[in-house]
């Protein structure tokens, strides 16, 4: 069986399976990041679908393979981003409230709190927490993906952790209150 650096190698080289293997490998954890931006489903895996396309045609321009997965996550972000500001633009019908509002199971709507929290966070500090817990990317990844020191990325980490406590805890911290 390949490594990852095996498969991302011959996925630059123009192997299909290859960056379908790699895709397929990391499908999860991208559905994650792009449903922690835009809070739908069928949305989220619209950004995923558009992301992957992507991504595979720009794969030969991937210099640094070790950072495959920061490279991929960054992608999805962005292409969430884009989608966001597009919808921005429309006018909305209420179908969102009505998702929410909706009956759900438990779980879900701690999730939901969860997302509301990090929706009240800067856009730098939604970005680290993102990129950490939904990216599972390390310290280390962030700081190089956004050009920033290691400590740096750390300090806004655990502030922007701190923050989402006081949000969920329905606290006052740092100007933050739960809405």
């Known amino acids: 069986m390949?490594?990852?650096?095996?498969?991302?190698?011959?996925?630059k080289s123009g192997c299909n399976n290859s960056f379908a293997t790699l895709i397929k490998?990391?499908?999860?954890k991208l559905y994650k990041v792009a449903y922690c931006y835009v809070?739908?489903?069928?949305?989220?895996?619209?950004?995923?679908?558009?992301?992957?396309?992507k991504s595979y045609i720009s794969i030969g321009k991937l210099e640094h393979t070790e950072y495959f997965d920061t490279w991929l996550v960054r992608i999805?972000?962005?292409?969430?981003?884009?989608v966001i500001r597009k919808r921005k633009r429309?006018?909305?019908?209420?179908?969102?409230w009505e998702e929410v509002t909706t009956p759900q199971k438990s779980g879900v709507e701690d999730r939901l709190d969860l997302y509301e929290a990090i929706d009240q966070l800067k856009?730098?500090?939604?970005?680290?927490?993102?990129?950490?817990y939904f990216g599972d990317l390390t310290?280390?990844?962030i700081a190089r993906q956004l050009g920033k020191p290691e400590n740096t990325i750390k300090t806004k980490h655990y502030r922007a952790l701190d923050k989402v406590k006081a949000i969920?805890?329905?606290?006052?911290?740092?100007?933050?209150?739960?809405?």
């Open 123 to 132: 856009e730098d500090e939604k970005e680290i927490l993102t990129l950490k």
């Open 168 to 179: 969920l805890e329905g606290g006052r911290q740092n100007g933050i209150t739960r809405v």
């Open 2 to 11: 390949m490594n990852d650096q095996q498969l991302i190698q011959q996925a």
């Open 25 to 28: 490998n990391r499908g999860e």
């Open 90 to 96: 429309l006018v909305f019908t209420g179908e969102v």
């Open 139 to 141: 310290f280390e990844h």
């Open 76 to 82: 999805v972000m962005n292409e969430a981003l884009d």
């Open 39 to 53: 809070k739908d489903e069928a949305l989220a895996l619209e950004v995923v679908s558009e992301a992957t396309y």
